[in-house]
C-alpha cells in the first residue's frame, strides 16, 4: 500500500492520481502489468481515457456496495470513459489488447487483469455486458 504525495507520471499518458482511491486518505495499489495494458489500449484507440474508478480499499468498495470479489480492491481494475468510441469497440480492443475481465455498462467500461476466470466457456477472457435492454 502507498500512500500518494506526488502525481507521478506512470506512462506516457498516465499518471498515479487517476488511480488513487476515491475515499480521500491518498491510497492507492496497482497490479503488475495494469498500465501497461492501459496505455497500450490508450495508443490502439488514439483517443484520452478517463478512469472513473481505480482502485478501491475495501473500506471505501463496501462503502460503494461493490462486489466483495471487486479486482478494484486487488488494484486490478479500472473503470474507463473513452469519449467518441462506442463501449463494443472499447471491449473488443481491450480483449485483443491482453484485458481479462472485460464489463460494459451504461456509462463506463470495466476493465480488469484478473488472474482468475470465471467463464466455464473456455474463453481466455471473461466478458458481461449489463447494459439495460440488452
Ligand atoms: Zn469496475
Known amino acids: 500500500m502507498?500512500?500518494?504525495l506526488n502525481n507521478i507520471k506512470l506512462s506516457q499518458n498516465f499518471h498515479i492520481k487517476e488511480f488513487v482511491c476515491k475515499e480521500g486518505k491518498g491510497e492507492v495499489l496497482?497490479?503488475?502489468g495494469l498500465i501497461e495494458k492501459l496505455q497500450a489500449l490508450r495508443n490502439y484507440l488514439n483517443r484520452p481515457i478517463i478512469i472513473t474508478s481505480g482502485y478501491?480499499?475495501?473500506a471505501y468498495n463496501?462503502?460503494?456496495k461493490g462486489s466483495p470479489k471487486s479486482q478494484h480492491i486487488h488494484g486490478r481494475a479500472v473503470d474507463i470513459k473513452v469519449p467518441g468510441v462506442a463501449a463494443e469497440d472499447v471491449g473488443r480492443a481491450s480483449i485483443k489488447l491482453g484485458f481479462k475481465g472485460i464489463g460494459i455498462?451504461?456509462?463506463f467500461t470495466?476493465?480488469?487483469i484478473r488472474e482468475n476466470l470465471v467463464n466455464k466457456v473456455g474463453r481466455n477472457y471473461d466478458y458481461w455486458d449489463m447494459r439495460t435492454g440488452k
Open 30 to 32: 496497482i497490479a503488475e
Open 56 to 58: 478501491r480499499s475495501p
Open 105 to 107: 455498462y451504461d456509462t
Open 110 to 112: 470495466h476493465l480488469d
Open 2 to 4: 502507498y500512500k500518494v
Open 62 to 64: 463496501k462503502k460503494i
